[in-house]
């Protein structure tokens, strides 16, 4: 089959892979009908690398039709229409009957000291072959996959894999309370669903800050504050800017939506590309006992919230070593919530809004639509931003 394959940093390539089957009586194999191109794999085409091995498969965001299945998984047959979430996870460990699916004691990554398994996403997640391809193996099927009904396109049900559950946890993990504002910082595909949320869900002032116009636009168009960094002189207006819009405090609670390549960030930039001229096994190590985050958007988070607020983090942060205002938050009184979506958590919540009214905007959600064979490109463009990109859908 044809997959999206890591082989370097900054260099995916779309090859000959062989072609999944079923290896455990809770296997199914998928075909893959669509797939999602994430903020997160640009982490492992920039900055991860170092736990990446030449030839991982990609991606962990699918929907497809289900072509086989083991013997131990008895709701699924060849036919279903499915969405696998990122996560594997077995639905009957301690962790997963407690709705936290990411810290499933089934396939927890001991060896790495990490969370659940994740599909495409580096040694750290167990190195499962990922989901921007023509199949895919999807271990745990008993639990994992969603049936989704026959009829809509993928688009309707594709975001459940990831960029819904994502952002829902993040505004519920913030916590606004009645009558009150939520900040969020960057307006990629999770941070613009952030905002969606948000005002579906009542919140009164919704303020989105950004530099790509096109994101910007977007968020506007659906009734969001938006700011454009790019229009104030340093942090310091922008934070005045925030608290004018706030009654003089800061927003309630604050989403950083933006995560380890945030922009403003220079010296720790600088950190993450030396790392990346070491041989893999040293950056690798490198990272884990001192790695650094570009912490741009965490620290004007920290600045934001007014104090008693929160902050929810659904940005990847990695950095082993990185240095934190621990006085600020503690004087503060700052909340702080973060992790992986619990995505089966969530998907009975947000369900009911995937219907023909469309509350969530979802099925004109993707920017772009392309082949798989077009990821090389798909890959740059959304790394650079360019051609005003926010979400691209890829179809094998």
Sequence with gaps: MRAVTWQGKRD????????????QPTDAVIRVTSTGLCGSDLHLYEVFGPFMTPGDVLGHEPIGIVEEVGPDVPDLRPGDRVVVPFQIACGSCWMCVRGLPTQCETTQVTGEGMGAALFGYSRLYGSVPGAQAEYLRVPQAQFGPIKVPEGPSDDRYLYLSDVLPTAWQAVRYADVPPGGSLAVLGLGPI??????????QGVDR???????????????????????????????????????????????????????????????KAQQQVAGLLPRAWAARLHQKAGSDRLAALYLAIELVRRGGTI?????????????PLLTLFDKQVQLRMGQANVRRWVDDILPLLTDDDPLGVDTFATHHLPLSDAPHAYRMFQRKEDGVSKVVMRP
């Excluded at 390539?13 to 999944?20: A, I, K, L, Q, Y």
């Excluded at 613009?192 to 005002?199: D, S, W, Y």
């Design 312 to 324: 929810s983090l659904s940005g990847v942060y990695g950095g082993a070593a990185d240095p934190l």
């Design 191 to 200: 941070g613009e669903m952030c905002c969606r949320i948000a005002l579906h």
């Design 12 to 23: 995916v390539r779309v090859e000959d892979v062989p072609d999944p089957r079923i290896e």
């Design 206 to 268: 919704v303020i989105g800050i950004d530099l790509v116009p096109e994101r910007i636009g977007r968020a506007r168009a659906r009734g969001v504050d938006t700011l454009d960094l790019t229009a104030f002189d340093d942090q310091d207006e922008l934070v005045a800017a925030v608290r004018d819009l706030t009654g003089g405090r800061g927003p309630d609670a604050v989403v950083d939506a933006v995560g380890t390549e945030a922009h403003g960030s220079p010296v720790a």
